[in-house]
């Protein structure tokens, strides 16, 4: 297994490998109760084997399941999840520990975030994607029916637990998808290890080999920790990078009412990021090649699927994103590979970016 710190105050650690589970018991031990928030698709057997460690640590724990689509990640849900807290009898020293994928994580971390005003709270994410973005650096949020994510809090973990043998029962949509996620870090500064291990293994990536997803999803933790530890709160920007091609995908997704998979919506906006970069002349056309290879690697889209759309629409959506200024803000790619804010491009650059993944008007 291998261990990454978040060099926050207090520091936890991302703890990655198969028989990561095992890693429960001493970070919950002393706690007095544990409310494991999970979803159905989980395998019995994970939901056994988490509630199995966190019984060896001494600890009272009780299962409490939620949906696991967007439309799940709401108020709704987080209060009926806080309210079953309270049946429970759960108190401020208590902990919510995350089981499942990133809606699960998003969701069970904002009712941590807001019951009591706070208590603690490990992720164990199960899907490639969690593991690798969403069980990562504090941000919870739900969504609301005028776009994604656009309630939340910054509550960090105590820590996040990504055992690699949870993703062998992960529905290949699925699986592909959260490799989308992994072409964000893969293009981010620090990315060249994980580049290099798409571009020479791609069979690899898709046979699920557990020493290419070991280093892998480490390699994409240990990104997101420096970042996370450098702008824990999204104050100097830095943060912001963490969103490479998600303006995009985000809007896509709410258009799309969800039926684009998080990953698959990453993937075209990494594809439109690298087409307005290049069209503003900030990226050449070799980092664009770069972009769309190691996403037709992996099989991920490139283009937006017909009817999903106008620009119009998508524009009026992206301008909700939590990261715009009062217009519209995009993360873009400079020549020199390193990532920064782009406020209110030229329309005509919009325009180009857009045909080049399927979307007119």
């Keep these: 297994m291998e261990r990454v710190t978040v060099g926050l105050d207090p520091p936890y650690d991302v703890v990655v490998g198969a028989g990561a589970f095992a890693a429960l018991t001493p970070l919950l031990a002393g706690r007095r109760r544990a409310a494991v928030v999970t979803q159905e698709a989980v395998p019995d057997a994970y939901r056994d084997a988490a509630v199995a460690r966190i ?6 724990v009780e299962t409490f399941t939620m949906g696991a689509g967007e439309a799940d990640k709401s108020l709704a849900t987080v209060e009926r999840l806080c309210r079953d807290l309270v049946t429970w009898g759960a108190l401020r020293g208590d902990v919510v520990v995350a089981l499942g994928g990133g809606v699960v994580g998003d969701t069970a971390g904002f009712v941590a975030a807001v019951y009591h005003r706070g208590i603690a709270l490990v992720q164990v994410p199960t899907t490639l994607l969690a593991m ?3 069980a990562i650096g504090g941000k919870t949020a739900v969504n609301l029916p005028e776009g994604k994510n656009l309630v ?4 960090q973990p105590l820590g996040v637990v990504a055992d690699l043998a949870t993703l062998a029962t992960l529905p290949e949509r699925e699986y592909r998808a959260g490799l989308g996620e992994i072409v964000k870090y893969a293009l981010m500064p620090g990315g060249e290890e994980i580049r290099e291990r798409i571009l020479e293994e791609p069979g690899a990536a898709l046979a699920r080999a557990p020493d290419w997803l070991e280093p892998v999803v480490a390699g994409c933790a240990a990104i997101k920790a420096e970042v996370v530890t450098g702008d824990p709160r999204e104050e100097s920007g830095l943060r912001a990078t963490l969103n490479y091609g998600h303006t995009l995908a985000h809007a896509l997704e709410t258009a799309a009412g ?4 998080h990953g698959e919506a990453v993937a075209v906006g990494l594809v439109f990021a690298g087409h307005l970069a290049t069209a503003l002349e900030r990226i050449t056309p070799a980092q664009l090649d770069l972009h769309l290879e190691l996403v037709s690697h992996l099989g991920l889209p490139t283009r937006v699927p017909s009817d999903t759309a106008s620009a119009s629409e998508l ?3 992206m301008r909700r994103d939590k990261k715009a200024h009062g217009g519209l803000t995009f993360v873009l790619l400079t020549a020199d590979g390193t990532l920064t804010t782009v406020d209110d491009p030229p329309a005509p650059a919009l325009a180009a970016a857009f045909r080049a993944v399927g979307v007119e008007g």
């Design 55 to 60: 019984d060896a640590a001494g600890v009272d």
């Design 132 to 134: 690798v973005d969403a």
């Design 152 to 155: 939340g809090a910054f509550h």
């Design 258 to 261: 969800y039926d684009l998979l």
């Design 315 to 317: 524009l009026d959506l």
